[in-house]
């Protein structure tokens, strides 16, 4: 089992930056490559980016590419995703989720995660 906790959500105005965090445990916790998602009200989740268990691979969603960062620790117990000059069409609720993968395997299918952490609400206010 694997647990996922997230935090760093809130309300930031337009070009504005936040930094979300997600904490990862559990004893099988290893060769996971990591990804965030999110989900807008009415709207399906979506993948907006994701890290390999080596942390040197990422790939991300086009419509954060140049925004976002996603990185992970050296101890590999936290995955961060940087989000820098923030619209209010980011505004959603963002997921953490773990998939076991190889060192440096990614997937963007939000089907193959096996894990998700409960969520932490982003609100861009114009």
């Known amino acids: 089992q694997v647990q996922l906790v997230e935090s760093g959500g809130g309300l930031v105005q337009a070009g504005g930056s936040l930094r979300l965090s997600c904490a990862a445990s559990g004893r099988t916790y290893n060769n996971y490559a990591m990804g965030w998602f999110r989900q807008a009200p009415g709207k399906e989740r979506e993948f907006v980016a994701t890290?390999?268990?080596?942390?040197?691979?990422?790939y991300y969603a086009d419509s954060v590419k140049g925004r976002f960062t996603i990185s992970r620790d050296s101890a590999n117990t936290t995955v961060y995703l940087q989000m820098n000059s923030l619209r209010p069409e980011d505004t959603a609720v963002y997921y953490c989720?773990?998939?076991?993968?190889?060192?440096?395997?990614?997937?963007?299918?939000?089907?193959?995660?096996?894990?998700w952490g409960q969520g932490t609400q982003v609100t861009v206010s114009s």
């Open positions: 890290v390999s268990w080596s942390g040197g691979n990422t």
């Open positions: 989720a773990a998939v076991k993968l190889g060192t440096r395997v990614l997937t963007t299918s939000p089907y193959l995660y096996n894990y």
